[in-house]
Structure formats: structure tokens, C-alpha cells
């Protein structure tokens, strides 16, 4: 599902070049559960930024559903984005003057999918999430999960390759952030899609799978990492 071989990245200001990736291979299968676990600075954003194609790499390969979005110019990039992959924010980024049902339904706007059919499979996803009974509130009606769930639920709705989660539960009380990593499992339980979810708390990461431990722009062993997230 998604392949990472050689990926180096490298910001440079002036004549400085500071490397905050060096040398990542990451290889993530369909239907898994992928937790990026990492203190602030140990490039996690710069990966998940990558892997999403919303940045290109110094150096390396990321392949997705076995495509090299490396190599795609800007158009190919938005397009392979569209039909590939969903994006579940922190800040859920939800738009507070469209209803619940408005929101779910804009990725699918964007794909050029007629009213009739976006509005049933929005009210579907959000059925799916738990919120099929809210489609006609507003984002400031509800709870801070009931937002991140309607966030969800649009990222899914487009039925992505793959699923990227940028620390779906910093906003969220531990209660919350508990039902909310329960939905994301069962979701991938359910509807098979890949997760990877990138955070710096270990009661998180330890609900996936299997954890992917970054520090200072490398993959690390558990026991490299110990003391260094959370």
C-alpha cells in the first residue's frame, strides 16, 4: 500500500541545510494500522507531509498503491490526492458555516460526483461514524468528538487509499480520545482501509497495529525511543 525507500529531506535557509530526514524505509500494508510515534522535532509532520505528497523529498521514493508520487507535477499530485488519499486534522478543520452534511459532502463535490448521490453517501459515512442522526447541525452545535468524528467522515467518504491522522486526538479529554481511536480501528475493521496515524502519546500509538518509532529523522528501535514521545 504505501512504500518508502532512501527518503532523505532537507530544509535549507540561505547557505544552511539543516536534515530532518535521513534514510527512511517504511513499508505499510493494505488494511493495516500504522501508529508514527515521535517527540515534537523528530520529523514526524515532515513525514506525514511527504508520504501525503504536499511536499517533495530531497531525496527517495514514496509509493502508493504503487504509484510514485515523487514524481508527479502539481496537477498529478491534486488529482492522486483526490481519488487516493484522506486527511483526518487535529483542529478537524471543518467549515462552520456548511451543515454536518455539507461538510462530509465536499471532498466528493471535487470529484465531480452529482447532488443526489454525494448527499446519500455523506448521510452514509456519517451513519457509519455514529452522527447520522446530527446531518442538519452546524460544527458549533456540536461536541469537540462529534466534530472530529464529522472530520472522519468526510476524509472517508471518497473511500481513500489510504488515510493519514495528524494527531487525530491532541483536542480531545482522554474519554473522547479513546471512542475516537475505537471508530478509527473498527472503521478499518469494517471498511478495510489503511490508517496511519502519527502522534507523540503512547496510549495512542499503542492502539495500532504496529508502531513506527521516529527520533532525530530516523526510524528507531523501541528501546532507542523510550522516554523520548509522550
Known amino acids: 500500500m504505501l512504500e518508502i525507500q532512501g527518503l532523505s529531506h532537507c530544509f535549507r535557509n540561505g547557505t544552511e541545510e539543516t536534515t530532518v530526514l535521513d534514510g527512511i524505509d517504511l513499508v505499510v500494508h493494505k488494511k493495516e494500522v500504522v501508529a508514527l510515534l515521535g517527540s515534537s522535532g523528530s520529523g514526524k509532520s515532515t513525514l506525514l507531509n511527504l508520504m501525503a505528497g504536499l511536499m517533495k523529498p530531497t531525496k527517495g521514493t514514496i509509493k502508493i498503491a504503487g504509484q510514485a508520487i515523487e514524481k508527479m507535477n502539481e496537477n498529478e499530485l491534486s488529482e492522486f490526492r483526490r481519488k487516493h488519499i484522506g486527511f ?12 454536518v452534511l455539507e461538510n462530509v459532502e465536499l471532498p466528493l463535490i471535487f470529484q465531480g460526483v452529482k447532488p443526489r448521490e454525494r448527499r446519500a453517501r455523506a448521510a452514509e459515512m456519517l451513519t457509519q461514524v455514529g452522527l447520522g442522526d446530527k446531518i442538519s447541525l452546524y460544527p458549533s452545535q456540536l461536541s469537540g468528538g ?12 471518497t473511500s481513500p487509499t489510504i488515510v493519514f491522522a495528524d494527531e487525530p486526538t ?5 474519554k473522547t480520545e479513546k471512542e475516537i481511536i475505537d471508530l478509527l480501528l473498527d472503521l478499518n475493521s469494517r471498511l478495510g482501509m489503511t490508517f ?6 503512547h496510549e495512542v500509538a499503542q492502539r495500532a497495529q504496529r508502531i513506527v518509532y521516529l527520533r532525530d529523522g530516523r526510524l528507531a528501535s523501541p528501546e532507542e525511543s523510550r522516554g523520548e514521545a509522550g
Open 88 to 99: 483526518i486534522f487535529q483542529s478537524y478543520e471543518l467549515i462552520p458555516h456548511f451543515s
Open 170 to 174: 491532541g483536542n480531545l479529554d482522554t
Open 196 to 201: 496511519i496515524i502519527v502522534t507523540h502519546e
Open 146 to 157: 462529534q466534530q472530529q468524528r464529522v472530520s472522519i467522515a468526510r476524509s472517508l467518504v
